[in-house]
């Protein structure tokens, strides 16, 4: 079965400080990646999605990941994060024949000192 | 722009009891999925609704079942509560196509079985 894991439970980083939460995927055909993140209070919202192409993919408020399929992750990034980026950051992936599904990661607590 | 909404904010049951969570999707979205999401987890795929039937469902008994209205919105019934069910039910909302579509997460149900 899929399953997607994220191994870092929670992060604490200072401000302007660089982020990378990782993020892998057993399957080994075809998928579409997602971040999705919570802020404390609020619903999942899409941080960014990969489909296909660019393996950089950019969303939004600064954040990025990269897609390397030989390693199966989808890692995401931040060269320098603010304490408004404190929330819980989700993983997802889904396949194409599958659209409908969803599977998420665990999730990664991220904590930023002001 | 009304996002997905969805009632109530959170429900006390007992064990045995039934219950029943709505949710209305964003505007414009035909889809409608459900995920359970436990402490500490990430949400778990419970099932799909599109035009009114279960399109897909993930690893749920039959306790979990749901209905989607002429207007979109859904329903999910959970029979003979169990402890294990107590969680954040999300719904999420999506317009079909051929692609794969960014859901849009509701703020969830919280649900807690006595």
């Known amino acids: 079965a899929q399953s997607v894991s994220q191994h870092n439970h929670h992060v604490i980083l200072s401000e302007a400080a660089s982020l990378e939460l990782g993020c892998n995927y057993s399957?080994?055909?075809?998928?579409?990646l997602f971040w999705y993140v919570q802020y404390p209070g609020q619903h999942l919202q899409l941080l960014l999605k990969?489909?296909?192409?660019?393996?950089l993919v950019k969303g939004i408020k600064g954040f990025e990941a990269e897609f390397i399929k030989s390693k199966f992750s989808f890692n995401l990034r931040k060269p320098s994060v603010q304490w408004s980026d404190t929330a819980e950051y989700f993983c997802a992936v889904n396949l194409p024949s599958s659209a409908s599904k969803i599977i998420f990661g665990s999730g990664t607590r991220l904590s930023i000192r002001p | 722009d009304a996002g997905v909404t969805q009632s109530p904010t959170h429900l006390i049951k007992t064990r045995g009891q039934q219950v029943t969570l709505r949710c209305s999707p964003k505007s414009g979205h035909d889809t409608v999925s459900w995920y359970q999401q436990a402490l500490g987890q990430g949400p778990q795929f419970i099932f799909q609704?599109?035009?009114?039937?279960?399109?897909q469902r993930g690893n749920f008994p039959d306790r979990f079942s749901g209905h989607q209205f002429p207007n979109y919105s859904s329903e999910l019934n959970v029979n003979a509560l169990l402890l294990g069910d107590s969680a954040l039910y999300l719904c999420?909302?999506?317009?079909?196509?051929?692609?794969?579509?960014?859901?849009?997460f509701g703020d969830g149900t919280r649900l807690s079985i006595l």
């Open positions: 990969y489909f296909s192409g660019d393996p």
């Open positions: 609704y599109y035009e009114e039937e279960e399109r």
């Open positions: 999420a909302s999506s317009l079909a196509s051929g692609l794969a579509q960014p859901q849009h």
């Open positions: 399957y080994g055909g075809t998928v579409n």
